[in-house]
């Protein structure tokens, strides 16, 4: 009992310690907004790892998924609580937003899993490179797609989420937007370590071994890739709307091919297979974006000429398949799941 109140004691402990060093002056707007983008890259790398990694797929259109959260939650968002010129009056008091964020966002996750489902579909029959084609296609669809909606600014944008934020604030003085990314990040990798060492994973790791003898061994392959693309695209989609409340804007600039190669890089620079690596890399690729930023547009360059040098020198990444509790056995009584 002890250990299974560890870890949640815990949890609970940096959260605390993340929203009052904002208080006490020990973390500035620009710090709470660095964790925040690392949050949302830890979320993307390790819902792309889901599928890429465990699955043993190819897919370079994460960034597909996102957009669609993004817009979702945005959307509803403002349809909710917002005076807009498409939606009219909003339906409900902006003192209801901090209770009815979580809806908003798990309308993005819906969302962009029914976008997966729709990928899902052609990759029963497709693998490696053709799957590759089929998820990219698909992102420049999505893209497209939201560029021709006028409703929600076409390709100039969509804007008002910003005052949903201001709401939650003057409810209570708190960095609203570290708390829900912080809640989304360990939302995550909970729901990912479940999925993953339950029945279900078990046959998505399989399909990754071989999927002919996975089917051979009862398998049933065709839903265990529905299932794994659904959860890695809403995934993706939670992602996209915690990125859209924290910029309080989105336009279908930020969902290219780029931001894909982002979450590629991520995923095998943490280790196929790995939650840890996951989180991991994020961090890392987090903090090498920083010091990126003076190379402006050339930093474009340097992200997939890492993704090159990875491939050629250490194509296993940091952690390989394995996780921290195998590189530290005595963490294995803490989270490991039975």
């Not at 109140?5 to 006490?24: D, E, G, N, Q, Y």
């Not at 420049?140 to 909606?149: D, G, L, R, T």
């Not at 201001?166 to 990912?192: E, H, K, N, R, Y």
């Not at 996780?323 to 005595?330: I, M, W």
């Amino acid at each position: 009992m002890g250990n299974r109140i560890t870890v949640p004691a815990a949890l609970c402990a940096l959260l605390f310690l993340m929203v009052a060093m904002p208080h006490v002056g020990l973390l500035g707007q620009y710090g709470v907004t660095f964790l925040c983008t690392m949050g949302i890259y830890i979320i993307l790398s390790a819902s792309l790892n889901l599928v890429n990694g465990y699955m043993g797929e190819f897919s370079c259109g994460h960034a597909g998924f996102m957009a669609v959260g993004a817009y979702t939650s945005s959307v509803a968002g403002v349809f909710l609580f917002v005076p807009d010129q498409v939606f009219g009056q909003p339906w409900l008091p902006m003192a209801l937003t901090p209770f009815a964020f979580p809806i908003i966002l798990a309308a993005g996750f819906i969302a962009a899993a029914l976008a997966g489902l729709v990928v899902a579909v052609p990759s029963f029959k497709t693998r490696g490179d053709y799957l590759a084609v089929i998820t990219l296609a698909a992102s420049y669809i999505i893209k497209s797609a939201i560029e021709n909606v006028e409703a929600v600014g076409g390709p100039r944008g969509f804007a008002g989420m910003g005052k949903i934020v201001q709401g939650m604030d003057s409810m209570a003085p708190i960095p609203w937007m570290l708390v829900w990314i912080f809640l989304g990040v360990t939302f995550t990798i909970w729901i990912l370590r479940r999925f993953v060492y339950s029945t279900y994973g078990k046959g998505v790791m399989a399909i990754h071994q071989d999927e002919v003898a996975a089917e051979i061994m009862s398998v049933n392959t065709n839903k265990m890739k529905l299932i794994a693309f659904m959860l890695s695209s809403g995934l993706a989609g939670l992602a996209g709307g915690l990125y859209a409340y924290l910029i309080s804007f989105v336009n279908p600039a930020s969902f290219t091919i780029l931001r894909s190669t982002e979450c590629l890089v991520m995923v095998y620079l943490g280790g196929m297979g790995s939650l840890s690596g996951s989180v991991l890399s994020a961090i890392v690729f987090a903090i090498l974006l920083e010091f990126l930023k003076p190379l402006e547009q050339l930093k474009w360059v340097a992200i997939p000429l890492l993704l090159i040098l990875l491939m050629q020198f250490r194509p296993e990444g940091i952690m390989g398949n394995r996780e921290l509790s195998d590189v530290f056995p005595k963490l294995k009584r803490f989270y490991r799941f039975k």
